[in-house]
């Protein structure tokens, strides 16, 4: 996840969404709106603080290149695509961007998680298939939380994201 160092160059803003009302069965939505950067994740830094969730990320505005697991994408506007908090990885981007990002415990995307976890780093185009669903959704889900029209509380909500997310991988 992004360290210290970057924290004045992005603008952050956390949101946990309920899915069961556990603690555990939480997940979060970061929008972020930043200048082009590198970010790196080292096994240093997992050891030191895992949380066990993948990321899936929208990119609203710019370009990013991603690297895990021996896989790369490049992203443009409008693609998604999920990263393993538990895996090394490396995210660059050039110039200025903007990206949602839905950190997802793993727990809560059992039995899947092998399979989620399989596609990280692979772009999803978000102009076909269940993506082209998704990617909006997520997006107004996104702007609902910032403007207050969305609950972080709605149980429903977050069931519902949870299950989108699967269906990606599936």
Do not use: W
């Amino acid at each position: 996840v992004f360290g210290p160092q970057f924290a004045q160059a992005l603008e952050v803003r956390v949101t946990r969404i309920g899915v069961d009302g556990d603690e555990a069965d939480r997940f979060s939505n970061r929008p972020i709106a930043a200048d082009g950067h590198g970010v790196r994740r080292t096994r240093r830094a997992i050891a030191a603080d895992d949380p066990e969730q993948f990321e899936l990320s929208l990119l609203l505005a710019g370009t990013q290149e991603l690297h895990q697991a021996d896989r790369d994408a490049v992203l443009g506007p409008g693609d998604l695509v999920c990263m393993d908090s538990s895996r090394p990885y490396r995210v660059s981007s050039p110039d200025a961007f903007e990206m949602l990002v839905f950190a997802v415990p793993k727990v809560l995307l059992r039995p899947h998680v092998d399979v989620v976890g399989a596609r990280t780093a692979s772009a999803i185009p978000a102009r076909a298939g269940l993506a082209a669903l998704v990617a909006p959704f997520l997006r107004s889900v996104g702007d609902g939380l910032l403007d207050g029209t969305v609950s972080e509380d709605d149980a429903d909500l977050g069931e519902g994201v949870v299950d989108l997310v699967r269906g990606l991988f599936a």
